[in-house]
Each structure stands twice: as structure tokens, then as C-alpha cells.
């Protein structure tokens, strides 16, 4: 544990900082003035949840987020806490300017965030920034993918992946220069665009995304900025993806990002309570290390489909992924679950039922390609005839991306079991009848 003194006062770290967090006003004056100006100072201080970096263990950070959402901000305090362990850090920008006046020198650059009695010192003929405790960051740019084949370093800070001309090439480039120390690491911030290379970063094993839209950061922006925006795009695939930080619909895609805000904002006050039908889908993986199981629950009322919940997981056994499926039946009172069953047929039932679901299995079988099985319940919202009872930020990535030429390269389960109840609430004729929703 960091121990601060009244006559030293290193920069702080996310661990030392929750430990002076965890004591009393009064043990922190006692130990003198230097502990309240570090508290001050700390970027850590005004960093919101989203922005702390506290998923370190994993080999990659991805903050995908909306424009003035704070991805700067937290790409940058990242940054302080590697200077901090002394280690080698590139910073990667679209081009040397935009690392020099966002990343470095911008209002919630490096330079701007560091305590100042531990700023770094710009050596522009060398383009780096060097610390007095060894740490040094090389401003690299984007347009020059081969300038990244010779140096080597602990850490990297990439910004707007998207924006750069062949993101694949130099991230591939980028990352081939991660190898010094025991567990290197990447932090990429970017506004995200429909593009191979981030939906491959998404899903690759070893990233955490966190996700941030720019009304999360509305109280260090101008007053009435976010509200003239909204006025102007809102509802919008433009919106989706500058302020909602989305991944929206690529080249040929089914679901369109007007579509998804609308059936967002469909719902004005709370939920129904009573339902003719409520259905959970299920989309079963291959693997426990492979594809997430989605888990979408559905219900149906005058007409309309409401999306209750999503509920998908990854990375569980059978037995996990059926626990949960029984455990999202019960919460939504759901008459029966929905159950791909192309993959593992009846084992799929069984495994369900050994793990105490409450209602009927269903089997159900995809005889069409997924476009196709998914082209009836994209007319749906186009219509507004699917409403979202809360903001599903992955399901609706995965409904824009499907049928996309720029799609995942892995299943969309959670669209898939989505497809499945939809289908089943709106385009299969069933007796109607009242249904209590339980919570």
C-alpha cells in the first residue's frame, strides 16, 4: 500500500487513492496538508467509474464512446498511472498533430492531467514526453505504420482507432512492439464507425469494453450543448454513434440506428405489468470459451413486442447458462423458452430442465440463413412495433451489424435470440390471453 507523508506526495494511483478514500476526513488531515493537494491534483478524483481503468488484469482496454464523453480524459490518466511505474509507453494517433494537441497538450491531455510537481518535460526533436522518474511516452502517428516495426514498450495508448487510415495494419503493427515487462498492455479510445478492425478488437480474448455516451459527461460540457445536439440528431444513426458511442449499421445492414432509437424511446414511463405472452429465446453456445449464449426476454401486448431484458452471457458451462435461463423465466413470468436447437438438439432441453427451468421447452430450428430469419423482425421496428424497455447496448450493436458485409466474425447471439422471440411474439398466430408479469 502507498503510503503518503506530509513531506512527499507521489502521484496517485487507483489503489492508493481508494485507500485514502477509505479513511475519515480527520486521519487524512492528520497526515498534513501535501495528502489534501494530492487528492486535489489526482486526476483519479474527478474520474468517473467508467473512466478508472479498473479492469488492469486484461491485455486490452477499448472505451468506446461517444463524442465530449470522456475518453480523453481517462485515455490520458491511464497514461499517468504507467509513468508512474516507470515503464515505456507509445502514444498512437491519427496523425502526429492530433497526438501533439489532443493526446498530449489537449484540455484533458497528458500534460493537462498531470499533478504539478510531476509533470513531464516535451522533448519535441525527439517527439516524446519524459518523466523525472525514467518514464518516457514516443508520440507515434497512425499515417506512419512502419515507424512502429523498431521500438518496443510496456504500454499503449491508441486514440480514435477508427479515424486512422489502416487500422488493422497498425494495431497489428502497434502490437507486435507490446513486449517489454511481464503483462504489457494496450488502451484504445475511439468513437466508434461500423469497421472490421474494431469489431475485431471487440471480440477478441483479453478486452474489456467499457462504454460511454457524451450525456454520462454532461457536467463538463457547455450548457446546452448536449440539448442542441440532441435537437438536431437525435433519434439519428449519426447520434447513435457520436453521441451514444454505438457501433452503428454497416453497408447492407437490416437494423437501422433510427429504428433502435425510436423503439428506445418508445417507452415513456415504466414497463407494462400485464402481458398476452411472454417468451424468453435462447441461442445456445458451441463452447463455453467460444460464443456468448444469448438470452433475450420478450412480451407481448396490443400488438407490439416489448424487449424486457437481455440477459446474455459468456464464458459459463451448460449448466451456468441453463441456470440463468431458468432464473430470467421465473423473473419475467415467462410461459414458455424459446430454444435454438440446431446446435445439440434435445441435449439442449435436457440441460434446461435438469437445471430447474419452470416452463415448457421449446425446440426451434433455423431452416433460413440468419438474414433471412431476421429480415421479418427487422420490418417490425421499422414499423415501431418492437419497443425496448431499457437501453441494450450490445444487443443493439449486434441488430445493426446483422446482414452487414462488415458484421462480427463471431455468432451474434444475442440478435439471434432476439430474432427467435420476436418472431415467435408477432409472426406466429397464438391464443391471447392476459399474463401476469412477475419481477
Keep these: 500500500m502507498t503510503i503518503i507523508s506530509s513531506s512527499v506526495r507521489p502521484p496517485l494511483t487507483l489503489a492508493s487513492l481508494r485507500w485514502l478514500w477509505s479513511l475519515t476526513q480527520a486521519e487524512r488531515d492528520a497526515m498534513g496538508p501535501a495528502v489534501t493537494t494530492a487528492l486535489e491534483q489526482s486526476w483519479l478524483w474527478r474520474a468517473r467509474d467508467d473512466q478508472k481503468g479498473v479492469l488492469d488484469a486484461l491485455a486490452v482496454w477499448l472505451m468506446l464512446g461517444g463524442r465530449g464523453s470522456g475518453k480523453t480524459f481517462a485515455g490520458a490518466g491511464w497514461v499517468l498511472d504507467r509513468a508512474w511505474e516507470g515503464k515505456r509507453i507509445a502514444l498512437v494517433g491519427p496523425s502526429l498533430h492530433d497526438v501533439r494537441e489532443v493526446m498530449i497538450e489537449g484540455p484533458s491531455g497528458v500534460m493537462q492531467?498531470?499533478?504539478?510537481?510531476?509533470?513531464?518535460?516535451?522533448?519535441?526533436s525527439r517527439r516524446r514526453l519524459v518523466w523525472e522518474g525514467g518514464a518516457i511516452a514516443y508520440a507515434l502517428s497512425a499515417e506512419d505504420p512502419e515507424s512502429l516495426r523498431g521500438p518496443q514498450f510496456h504500454a499503449a495508448w491508441a486514440d480514435e482507432l477508427c479515424a486512422w487510415r489502416e487500422?488493422?495494419?497498425?494495431l497489428d503493427t502497434l502490437r507486435f512492439?507490446?513486449?517489454?515487462?511481464?503483462?504489457?498492455?494496450l488502451t484504445v479510445t475511439t468513437t466508434p464507425r461500423p469497421i472490421p478492425a474494431l469489431r475485431r478488437l471487440m471480440t477478441a480474448p483479453g478486452t474489456a469494453v467499457t462504454?460511454?455516451?457524451?450525456?454520462?459527461?454532461?457536467?463538463?460540457?457547455?450548457?446546452?450543448?448536449?440539448?442542441h445536439l440532441t435537437s438536431l440528431y437525435g433519434g439519428t444513426r449519426l447520434a447513435a454513434q457520436e453521441l451514444e458511442g454505438l457501433v452503428t449499421e454497416g453497408e447492407g445492414a437490416l437494423f437501422r440506428a433510427e429504428d433502435l432509437a425510436r423503439a428506445r424511446a418508445a417507452l415513456t414511463g415504466e414497463s407494462p405489468e400485464r402481458f398476452e405472452r411472454v417468451v424468453v429465446a435462447v441461442d445456445p453456445p458451441v463452447s463455453a470459451g467460444g460464443d456468448a449464449c444469448g438470452i433475450v426476454a420478450a412480451?407481448?401486448?396490443e400488438e407490439r413486442a416489448y424487449v424486457l431484458a437481455d440477459r446474455s452471457v459468456r464464458g459459463l458451462t451448460p449448466g451456468g447458462w441453463a441456470a440463468r435461463v431458468a432464473e430470467t423465466a421465473r423473473a419475467f413470468g415467462a410461459d414458455r423458452v424459446l430454444a435454438e436447437g440446431n446446435q445439440?438438439?434435445?441435449?439442449?432441453?435436457?440441460?434446461?430442465?435438469?437445471?430447474?427451468?419452470?416452463?415448457?421447452?421449446?425446440?426451434?430450428?433455423?431452416?433460413?440463413?440468419?438474414?433471412?430469419?431476421?429480415e421479418p423482425a427487422a420490418m417490425l421496428y421499422e414499423q415501431g412495433r418492437v419497443i425496448h424497455c431499457g437501453v441494450f447496448a450490445e444487443l443493439e450493436e449486434e441488430l445493426m451489424a446483422l446482414g452487414s458485409e462488415e458484421g462480427p466474425k463471431r455468432s451474434p447471439d444475442r440478435a439471434d435470440a432476439l430474432v427467435w422471440a420476436v418472431t415467435d411474439l408477432m409472426l406466429r398466430e397464438r391464443a391471447k390471453g392476459p399474463r401476469i408479469r412477475g419481477l
Aim: charged fraction near 30%; aromatic fraction near 2%; include cysteine.
Design 177 to 185: 512492439g507490446l513486449r517489454l515487462g511481464r503483462r504489457p498492455r
Design 344 to 374: 445439440g438438439g434435445e441435449m439442449v432441453s435436457a440441460v434446461l430442465r435438469q437445471a430447474g427451468c419452470p416452463v415448457r421447452v421449446e425446440l426451434v430450428h433455423a431452416s433460413r440463413a440468419k438474414r433471412a430469419r431476421a
Design 167 to 170: 487500422p488493422q495494419r497498425v
Design 299 to 301: 412480451g407481448r401486448l
Design 113 to 124: 492531467l498531470a499533478p504539478s510537481d510531476d509533470r513531464p518535460r516535451w522533448e519535441g
Design 211 to 227: 462504454r460511454m455516451a457524451t450525456a454520462d459527461n454532461a457536467a463538463n460540457l457547455p450548457p446546452g450543448f448536449l440539448e
